[in-house]
């Protein structure tokens, strides 16, 4: 048998480095970020701060795995916010004829819209970015609808449910430990089963994956429906956590997410990324608001001009990492 | 090496036809087991139609395909693929980022406990396969990592891997270094070993002659020969692809091109100095002077394409330099090019050429905005003008010069795209197979032009696969071969037999 | 594939030639529609006042927008329209001191050097417009919330007189509109920029081919952008007499989009419809308003809205490859 070494075009030690980065460069930089906050803060390292931080970015964090699945598919959905908003107000009115309406009722109809979404994505042909911004603008008017014109605030009229947003075990409340939950699943299925190799192929070379065999269009669907339904599951938690369906919230939620997993390594081109970095990314962007809450004389908007710097800088980074990898 | 028993793979009397062209006629063709089988042929001989419709991607107009004695159809690529038949195409057709091993399988992947794709099993079976073609990589890499070389081979191997008894091989080498080639080679050894059936498509001769069994030449739609490629010279097979009788020498004249232009002496228009660009380029010198026509030579993967848009400034190069009008030009820079004087005409006219979003006159006026503007406003009535003389000029088919040039017949594209030149007062015009793709008489049309403009004082660097075009209308042709300048040819000299030879042989010297 | 040789145009097929009609008219139509439909059944609809009301609101939308169809031109968006807005009203209130002409400056220099670090991002280092804008989008609202934190009101006659005074019965927001269009849409007919940049976006490779400055062209695209997201956003200001740069705005960048969509500029570049924009943004503003008068809910303004979206870009879609 003649073994044949296959050379390879890179150098392997450039090549390997800035790969490491681009896959675990968020987590580099979270785990700087946080050392460089404990020194700096006393009352940032705390238990009780990483629970705070936890929490609030658990419902961007569960709306992020869906998210990353169709951006890794070569896609992208603008209609989460909207799925957000709309979920937390269906979670608040159905409430009323008990929990198990309060989850159904919003998962049924964001995932039946994120599937409406898929099909005309995947049989059409037409752009998601359109296809999803009209489902934000159709999901938005369908939530005003049901809210009167989102004068009602429907309260959270079952206890069960409201619990699913507020009861904390060892301080950290209970979608925390559901989007741990998601976060383990997620990464099984986009890592280890048949489906997630789909969406990565996809991602890479439409034209290939569906030369190797892979089914496109239902790939392509189910990915947006998971991303409704996530993005459902996340509103509806938020209403239980809020104990009402607020009808204000989730302008530009969508773009909060994609910069998490922008900035978390998943390339917007597709076919590279993981959930790991997702949750890094979410993670990192709420370290930066808790940090700039710590120096207590800046604002909210002051972490606003650091996380889009900071998203600016991270995809600056990641063109040159791509074209250092492609220069030979 | 068989061919004693049934073919694996026969087609009988297969044709197809597009809108306007028959691009198959009556083809057949018999693969047996172990046979590694060359298929040969210029552009538009039908060589690519023919692969489709082996591999499923276009279905026959008449005709049938037989694997293995039985009538088959091929509905689409991944009914062929599962039938057993396996393309690894010129562009590898798999997925660079993910890994070498999931390429591999993907769609197959072992499973472990709960179903879950069982990631060392996986990596196991890929290290399996690939050694089972004599490679040694690591399957754990980015499948973008590797050489495009081990990159073929990776999705030879996914090939192989499904059980493939026939593997076609769209130019397989057009990217390899010699050392890859070698490898290549030798795994394609190991598949004819196992009883595998291999069509192996490519211009590249040697290589042919190196690893083929049996050929078939395709022209114009036909099969012009098949056999044993041990049996056939070297000369006879370019012969044999180019359509003409190697030792009949017939002047049919039936291009446009008049004979002799004057050249005028003195300094040549353009000049290109020792250019290299790495795998493409090798120490390229030409030089054109005003009212000649430099005819670029040489088959698919030459460099022609790559000397002329060095030239326009589309590619930048390693070493070497380009002086126009006595000028040196900012290499990369297409418009450095064309304020110089030198124009592209490009050889994709849809990917590179027309704007399709916009009407005949914007597209003719496209490259020669600046010279038609004041303070930056463009000056209708001049563009006009200019637009008008050249559509009359070069006799453009449209509606009116509002037309939208995507709905124009490609002869009349290309004209669009010619005028684009022509707008921008080029001294010399770089034109990249002005002629293909259009009909006959918009090729006849473009002849008598390139005739008229060389009579004008323009200097013109012609490339053309339709070795007749290029030897009537040239005063003398450059031969590459593998980016390297293998034949220089003048005046008298310039004949078909002179070019095919110089491509077979040429060089003289390990090039 | 050069292989094939002639193919003769086909003629085409009733449903293309329906389907193109509809890209390109469908929205003059619509507008006319439903001009027609508030001129039958509104009440009060033909008062001057109304249209004045009508043309005042949507005259940041047009203006935006403008902006927008010149970057979609380039196959590339702009999502930070909005904050561009609100950074503008910023800057106008920080450097009122300094007198009225002083602080517009200053506004729309804050627009175009936004412009220009987006443009430069997508230009040189090859970052994908919508990643650009996106972090633009939140950096530069932060920026402008973190200058002028809360609601902020002044009283300057000039600004006063922009904001409210009339020419010739028409608003001066609605005339500068107006101008700007005209402006826009000149240089898109009748300048170099205009058609080198429709070139980019139709073929870029052919365009470079040509000659063009390509990223030169892509930067310029966006700093326009920003200008005129900055003249819309000081307009605002100027008419609400203070500046709140926490609401000026936001989500300013999906009416633009909405509206250069539906006016029949295509997402995949390669051609800018000036006026089929501001008809666009009429669109959209009629709908508005008329469901407003009718007493129907607002709700329906957005699922309309997105059904309107759907339809134009399907029904644009055999175009380009």
Redesign the interface.
């Known amino acids: ?10 150098p392997a030690k450039g ?1 390997r480095a800035s ?1 490491i980065l681009q896959h675990h460069g968020a987590l580099m930089v979270l785990a700087a970020t946080v050392l460089i906050g404990g020194i700096a803060f006393d009352s940032f390292a705390t238990p009780r701060n990483a629970a705070n931080i936890a929490v609030s970015s658990s419902f961007v964090a569960i709306i992020a795995i869906g998210m990353t699945f169709v951006v890794i598919s070569g896609g ?1 959905d603008l209609s989460v916010g909207s799925s957000f908003v709309l979920a937390g107000v269906l979670a608040a009115y159905g409430s009323r004829y008990g929990v198990v309406v309060a989850l159904l009722l919003p998962l049924a109809v964001c995932g039946t819209i994120g599937l409406l979404q898929g099909l ?1 994505i995947a049989r ?4 998601p ?3 999803t ?6 999901m ?6 049901v809210s009167g ?2 004068a009602n605030t429907y309260l959270v009229e079952s206890d069960a449910f409201a619990s699913l947003g507020q009861a904390s075990f060892l301080g950290l409340t209970v979608p925390v430990y559901i989007t741990l939950g998601l976060f383990a699943l997620g990464a ?1 299925l986009l ?4 489906f997630g ?2 969406v ?2 996809i ?3 439409e ?3 569906a ?4 089914p496109v269009a239902r790939v392509k669907t189910t990915v947006y429906l998971l991303s409704g339904l996530l993005a459902g599951l996340a509103g509806a938690l938020n209403a239980a956590r809020l104990s009402s369906g607020v009808t204000i919230l989730g ?1 530009g939620l969508e ?1 909060d997410v ?2 998490a997993v ?1 900035i978390g390594g998943t390339l ?2 597709g ?2 990324g993981g959930l790991t970095g997702t949750m890094a990314g979410v993670l990192l962007l709420g370290v930066i608001q808790s940090l700039i809450n710590q120096v207590g004389t ?2 909210s ?9 900071f ?2 800088l991270v ?2 980074v990641q ?2 990492l791509h ?1 250092a ?2 220069l030979s | 090496m068989d061919n004693g028993s049934a073919p694996v793979l026969e087609a009988r009397g297969i044709s197809k036809g597009f809108p306007g062209v028959l691009a198959l006629d009556g083809v057949s063709f018999r693969l047996g087991a172990g046979e590694v089988h060359a298929l040969v042929g210029e552009n538009g001989a039908g060589k690519s139609t023919f692969i489709k419709v082996l591999t499923g991607v276009h279905q026959p107009d008449r005709g049938e395909l037989r694997l293995r004695g039985e009538p088959v159809t091929f509905g689409t690529p991944l009914e062929a693929q599962r039938a057993g038949i396996s393309t690894v195409y010129q562009e590898v057709n798999l997925v660079p980022q993910m890994s070498v091993a999931h390429n591999l399988l993907l769609g197959r992947e072992p499973r472990g406990r709960l179903g879950v794709i069982d990631v060392t099993g996986l990596h196991a079976r890929a290290a399996d396969l690939v050694a089972g073609l004599g490679l040694r990589l690591d399957v754990r890499r980015p499948l973008r990592s590797l050489g495009m070389g081990a990159q073929q081979m990776v999705a030879l191997a996914r090939a192989v891997s499904i059980d493939a008894r026939v593997v076609v091989m769209d130019e397989p080498t057009s990217a390899l270094e010699p050392r890859e080639v070698d490898t290549l080679f030798g795994v394609i050894a190991r598949l004819r070993d196992a009883g595998i059936a291999v069509v192996y498509v490519s211009h590249r001769l040697e290589e042919l002659y190196r690893i083929c069994d049996r050929v078939t030449v395709l022209r114009d739609g036909r099969v012009a020969h098949t056999g044993p490629l041990d049996e056939l010279e070297r000369v006879k097979l370019i012969a044999l692809m180019l359509g003409r009788d190697a030792t009949d020498v017939r002047l049919r004249g039936q291009t446009e091109f008049s004979g002799d232009h004057t050249a005028k002496n003195g300094q040549p228009v353009v000049e290109a100095r020792a250019l290299s660009r790495r795998h493409q380029l090798h120490d390229v010198s030409v030089r054109v002077r005003p009212g000649e026509v430099v005819g670029l030579g040489g088959l698919l993967g030459a460099g022609r394409s790559e000397t002329a848009k060095a030239i326009a400034g589309a590619l930048p190069f390693d070493g070497g330099a380009v002086v126009v009008a006595g000028h040196a030009v900012r290499k990369g820079s297409p418009g450095a090019a064309i304020r110089a004087g030198a124009s592209l005409l490009p050889e994709d006219r849809k990917a590179e050429g027309i704007v399709p979003t916009m009407s005949v006159r914007d597209n003719i006026a496209l490259a020669a905005l600046p010279r038609l503007s004041r303070a930056g406003i463009v000056s209708e009535a001049r563009l006009d003008r200019v637009v008008t003389t050249l559509m009359k000029r070069l006799r453009i088919k449209a509606t009116s010069p509002h037309q939208m040039v995507s709905e124009l017949s490609g002869g009349n594209q290309q004209k669009v795209l010619l005028a684009r030149s022509l707008a921008t007062g080029a001294k010399v015009l770089l034109l990249d197979e002005p002629t293909r793709g259009i009909d006959v008489g918009a090729k006849a049309e473009v002849q008598a032009l390139i005739d008229e403009l060389a009579a004008e004082g323009l200097g013109v660097l012609l490339i053309s696969s339709d070795l007749e075009e290029l030897v009537e209308g040239s005063d003398r042709v450059v031969v590459l071969r593998d980016g390297v300048v293998v034949g220089e040819l003048s005046g008298a000299e310039v004949t078909e037999e002179a070019i095919m030879k110089a491509i077979a042989e040429g060089g003289g010297a390990d090039g | 594939m050069a292989e094939t040789a002639a193919t003769l145009p086909q003629p085409l097929g009733s449903r293309t030639r329906v389907l193109a009609w509809l890209q390109r008219y469908g929205v003059y139509a619509s507008v006319l529609a439903l001009l027609l439909f508030n001129v039958a059944f509104t009440p009060h609809f033909l008062e001057v006042a109304n249209f004045r009301t009508q043309l005042i609101q949507v005259a940041p939308v047009v203006i935006t927008a403008l902006g927008m169809a010149l970057v979609i031109g380039t196959e590339g968006i702009d999502l930070s329209v909005g904050s561009v807005m609100a950074l503008s009203s910023a800057m106008v209130v920080l450097y009122l001191g300094y007198g009225a002409p002083v602080a517009i400056a200053a506004a729309l220099v804050a627009g175009a050097l936004v412009g220009a670090g987006g443009g430069a991002l997508v230009a040189y280092a090859g970052v994908q417009p919508i990643v650009a804008t996106l972090a633009l989008l939140v950096g530069v609202r932060g920026l402008a919330n973190v200058l002028v934190p809360q609601l902020t009101e002044f009283r300057n006659p000039a600004l006063i007189t922009l904001g409210s005074r009339s020419v010739l019965g028409l608003p001066l927001v609605v005339v500068i509109a107006a101008a700007l269009t005209a402006v826009v849409a000149f240089v898109v007919k009748r300048t170099i920029f205009g058609r080198q940049l429709v070139a980019v976006g139709g073929n870029r490779a052919a365009a470079k081919l040509s000659g063009l400055p390509v990223r030169r062209i892509l930067v310029a695209v966006y700093v326009l952008s920003g200008l005129l997201a900055a003249v819309a956003g000081v307009l605002a200001t100027a008419r609400l007499q203070a500046s709140d740069p926490t609401s000026l705005g936001l989500l300013m960048e999906l009416s633009a989009i909405t509206a250069v969509v539906v006016g029949g500029t295509p997402l995949t570049g390669g051609r800018v419809r000036v006026l089929g924009t501001v008809m666009g943004a009429l669109l959209i503003q009629l709908l508005q308003a008329t469901l407003i008068k009718h007493n129907l809910p607002q709700s329906w303004t957005q699922m309309v809205q997105a059904v309107i979206i759907l339809a134009a870009v399907y029904a644009a879609r055999g175009r380009k490859k």
């Not at chain 1, 059409?124 to 752009?127: H, K, L, P, V, Y």
């Not at chain 1, 938005?140 to 609808?145: E, H, S, T």
């Open positions: 048998m003649t073994t044949l070494e296959a050379a390879p075009a890179a090549e790969q992208i005309v059409t042909g037409m752009a970015f359109i296809v911004l009209a489902g934000l603008l159709g938005r008017g369908l939530m005003l609808a014109e989102g099984i890592q280890r089963t048949g190799q789909s990565y192929a991602g890479g070379s034209e290939a994956a030369l190797m065999g892979v302008a773009l994609i910069a922008v917007l081109t076919g590279a800046l604002t908007s002051f972490q606003q001009v650091v996380s889009g710097a998203l600016a995809v600056v063109r040159l074209r990898q492609h």
